[in-house]
């Protein structure tokens, strides 16, 4: 119930192409699911978020796409360029639960 | 200006010895967190820390303790270090009305010998 299913685990993409990372979650009590860049030597740190009661967010090259009915979402990096090469986790918590869980995370490479 | 810092860096030991992790925000968050990232880069949550108190621990072994003297600090002590507690460990704050947004330090790279 509490995991937070992620693929794929590697990804390698042309410079210019879309980067697409899926996940998907069981418990519905999470409502708000967010998602980690983090590059090597460094922490996490927020990109993007989207809560349930939207289908897709957008911020700049990178869009959320979210289908609540199955429980699934996934980041779309569009124009992918080598600066974006990094891991990136989904991850998911419910409002006022102090616990984010957290898929296995992508690394992501952008071939120049 | 370092909004979530954690000393040390790194950090190198032999098995049985103890050892601590510091952690401090200077976000004025509420909420504080451990995590431990494995070699395959598995982010884990460890603890949970709202205004000093402890509200969430994962099943972590009692060889580690964090402490919280004030909400802006964390610390983590690892009692009797095994193998296997070679990890990143990771300190993360986020405020009181958005918990779920984690703003997380640059870790702290631990190898047991």
């Known amino acids: 119930q509490q995991q937070v299913k992620q693929s794929p685990q590697s990804l390698i993409v042309q410079k210019g192409g879309i980067s697409i990372i899926n996940c998907a979650y069981e418990?519905?009590?999470?409502?708000?699911f967010p998602w980690y860049q983090q590059f090597p030597g460094k922490g996490p740190a927020l990109l993007i978020a989207?809560?349930?009661?939207?289908s897709e967010k957008k911020e700049g090259r990178f869009t959320i796409s979210f289908n609540k009915s199955a429980k699934q979402f996934s980041l779309h990096i569009m124009d992918s360029q080598p600066g974006d090469s990094a891991t990136y986790f989904c991850?998911?918590?419910?409002?006022?639960?102090?616990?984010?869980?957290f898929g296995a995370g992508t690394r992501l490479f952008v071939k120049a | 200006d370092t909004a979530v810092s954690q000393t040390p860096k790194y950090l190198v030991t032999q098995m049985g010895n103890d050892k601590s992790i510091k952690c401090e925000q200077n976000?004025?968050?509420?909420?504080m967190y451990w995590y431990k990232q494995d070699s395959k880069k598995f982010l884990k949550i460890m603890f949970s820390?709202?205004?000093?108190?402890?509200?969430i621990n994962e099943t972590v072994p009692n060889r580690f303790s964090p402490k919280s003297p004030d909400k802006a600090h964390l610390n983590l002590h690892i009692n009797s270090l095994e193998l296997g507690d070679s990890a990143v460990y990771f300190c993360?704050?986020?405020?009181?009305?958005?918990?779920?947004?984690?703003?997380f330090g640059p870790g702290t790279r631990l190898l047991v010998l």
């Open positions: 991850a998911a918590s419910r409002s006022g639960g102090f616990k984010t869980i």
């Open positions: 820390y709202n205004n000093k108190e402890l509200i």
């Open positions: 418990n519905t009590a999470f409502d708000y």
């Open positions: 993360a704050s986020s405020p009181i009305d958005r918990q779920e947004t984690q703003y």
């Open positions: 976000l004025g968050h509420d909420t």
């Open positions: 989207i809560r349930p009661d939207v």
